[in-house]
């Protein structure tokens, strides 16, 4: 049994070539820790011998972003890898495949992906990717369906949700996303000229009740496991791939919490691009062009998981008349309101986008800052009443900065 500590370059190395079946035992190994996330250390170890490389990733027993006062449970290590397995099995091509692992020390060993772009750093370089939207469909049917109720029998549904227990992961989120954003907390981080929206934000009880009702469900719904943390910059692309990653935040949780991520970070590169984009036709193509991937992602998604339902459902209910329409309906309406609560919380809580927060320009910082918060807003107060992607669409179109 290995006993924690955190690995050097060294120790990485000496653990990947004991790895069977990778590396030749003359293989000139290189090691470098590029971890830049919030949370863990990241080894990309390489093979000057041969165009073999590998990723080792290991947790920190606390939140890197903040230091050791935020302690974190090593067991999420466990639960990032079991759900990457999870992931790689429904959807080999879209999750990177996992080579081997150690829960004592809290390490995964994984596919590395360095030949595709962080995207979100691709989409503020204007980057298109036209087929993501069907590539994200599919995961995302794929692996909430097969994981649900709907498949699942309950017992073994039980099983996986007593397995993906998250307490110490869904907390950052039901604190960053759910609560700090609508009151004061030491957490949140907005300049001095963004007061007037952190106000409104305290004081807006329209808002409170639905980011209330929104956070029961976080809370309470455990229908399918959830990627968690289902954001841009966890995911890998070139124009004709997408991998997911760091699924670290997984967990039984709702459907609709991995659609509104990775909406609601289309929307805050959409509300980015004055920012970025040098003429203001550039802009406008970006812009609708980002809307469309919005209406797309659900429509993908849509299309697949009825198809799924109509071919492997094993609810003994699901052919109920009305059934599958009420519930895709109910995950439409929360993927809007968490896509508008997770637009709210990069503004003005503790952890930022580089979309918005690197746009050089303070004058049009302030611009996609205010008009992310409109947004947000706008999905949020009006997630209930909502029922097509394009209505989420017109709700980006109406919302107004202050
Ligand atoms: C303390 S961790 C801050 C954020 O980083 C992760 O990517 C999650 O989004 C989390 O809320
Ligand atoms: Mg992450």
């Given at each position: 049994?290995?006993?924690?500590?955190?690995?050097?370059?060294?120790?990485?190395?000496?653990?990947?070539?004991?790895?069977?079946?990778?590396?030749?035992?003359?293989?000139?190994?290189?090691?470098?820790?590029?971890?830049?996330?919030?949370?863990?250390?990241?080894?990309?170890?390489?093979?000057?011998?041969?165009?073999?490389?590998?990723?080792?990733?290991?947790?920190?027993?606390?939140?890197?972003?903040?230091?050791?006062?935020?302690?974190?449970?090593?067991?999420?290590?466990?639960?990032?890898?079991?759900?990457?397995?999870?992931?790689?099995?429904?959807?080999?091509?879209?999750?990177?495949?996992?080579?081997?692992?150690?829960?004592?020390?809290?390490?995964?060993?994984?596919?590395?992906?360095?030949?595709?772009?962080?995207?979100?750093?691709?989409?503020?370089?204007?980057?298109?990717?036209?087929?993501?939207?069907?590539?994200?469909?599919?995961?995302?049917?794929?692996?909430?369906?097969?994981?649900?109720?709907?498949?699942?029998?309950?017992?073994?549904k039980k099983e996986q949700v007593r397995k993906f227990i998250n307490p110490d992961l869904c907390k950052i989120t039901e604190d960053l996303i759910f609560d700090d954003p609508y009151r004061f907390s030491d957490n949140n981080n907005y300049p001095d000229y963004l007061e007037d929206e952190a106000k409104e934000?305290?004081?807006?009880?329209?808002?409170?009740?639905?980011?209330?009702?929104?956070?029961?469900?976080?809370?309470?719904?455990?229908?399918?496991?959830?990627?968690?943390?289902?954001?841009?910059?966890?995911?890998?692309?070139?124009?004709?791939?997408?991998?997911?990653?760091?699924?670290?935040?997984?967990?039984?949780?709702?459907?609709?919490?991995?659609?509104?991520?990775?909406?609601?970070?289309?929307?805050?590169?959409?509300?980015?691009?004055?920012?970025?984009?040098?003429?203001?036709?550039?802009?406008?193509?970006?812009?609708?062009?980002?809307?469309?991937?919005?209406?797309?992602?659900?429509?993908?998604?849509?299309?697949?998981?009825?198809?799924?339902?109509?071919?492997?459902?094993?609810?003994?209910?699901?052919?109920?008349?009305?059934?599958?329409?009420?519930?895709?309906?109910?995950?439409l309406r929360d993927a809007c309101g968490f896509a508008g609560c997770k637009m709210i919380r990069r503004i003005v809580g503790l952890s930022h986008v580089a979309d918005i927060d690197t746009i050089a320009d303070v004058k049009l910082r302030e611009k996609a800052q205010r008009t992310a918060l409109a947004i947000?807003?706008?999905?949020?107060?009006?997630?209930?009443?909502?029922?097509?992607?394009?209505?989420?669409?017109?709700?980006?179109?109406?919302?107004?900065?202050?």
């Amino acid at each position: 049994m290995s006993t924690y500590h955190p690995l050097t370059v060294q120790d990485a190395i000496s653990l990947v070539r004991g790895i069977p079946g990778h590396f030749t035992p003359d293989a000139q190994l290189e090691c470098k820790e590029i971890g830049d996330g919030n949370l863990n250390l990241v080894f990309h170890i390489t093979d000057r011998n041969s165009d073999k490389s590998i990723i080792v990733k290991q947790a920190l027993p606390y939140a890197k972003v903040v230091g050791e006062s935020w302690p974190l449970s090593l067991d999420r290590a466990r639960i990032e890898r079991e759900a990457l397995q999870v992931q790689y099995r429904l959807c080999p091509g879209l999750a990177p495949q996992v080579f081997s692992y150690d829960d004592d020390l809290a390490i995964t060993v994984m596919e590395d992906l360095s030949d595709h772009t962080i995207m979100r750093k691709g989409l503020i370089e204007g980057q298109a990717y036209p087929l993501f939207a069907r590539h994200i469909g599919e995961f995302t049917a794929r692996t909430l369906f097969y994981t649900s109720d709907l498949y699942l029998n309950p017992q073994e549904k039980k099983e996986q949700v007593r397995k993906f227990i998250n307490p110490d992961l869904c907390k950052i989120t039901e604190d960053l996303i759910f609560d700090d954003p609508y009151r004061f907390s030491d957490n949140n981080n907005y300049p001095d000229y963004l007061e007037d929206e952190a106000k409104e934000l305290r004081e807006n009880g329209k808002l409170h009740l639905e980011v209330a009702l929104l956070r029961e469900a976080f809370l309470t719904r455990t229908e399918a496991l959830v990627h968690g943390d289902l954001h841009t910059g966890s995911i890998f692309v070139t124009p004709e791939s997408t991998k997911v990653i760091d699924p670290e935040f997984a967990y039984y949780g709702p459907m609709g919490f991995d659609l509104g991520a990775i909406i609601g970070n289309l929307l805050l590169n959409y509300a980015s691009r004055p920012g970025w984009d040098a003429a203001e036709s550039e802009v406008l193509g970006n812009q609708e062009r980002l809307l469309r991937m919005v209406s797309d992602v659900w429509s993908e998604f849509e299309i697949r998981f009825r198809k799924l339902w109509d071919e492997d459902a094993r609810d003994p209910l699901a052919k109920a008349p009305g059934y599958q329409d009420a519930y895709v309906a109910k995950v439409l309406r929360d993927a809007c309101g968490f896509a508008g609560c997770k637009m709210i919380r990069r503004i003005v809580g503790l952890s930022h986008v580089a979309d918005i927060d690197t746009i050089a320009d303070v004058k049009l910082r302030e611009k996609a800052q205010r008009t992310a918060l409109a947004i947000g807003k706008q999905l949020v107060l009006f997630n209930r009443t909502i029922q097509s992607g394009e209505d989420i669409v017109r709700l980006v179109k109406e919302a107004e900065p202050l």
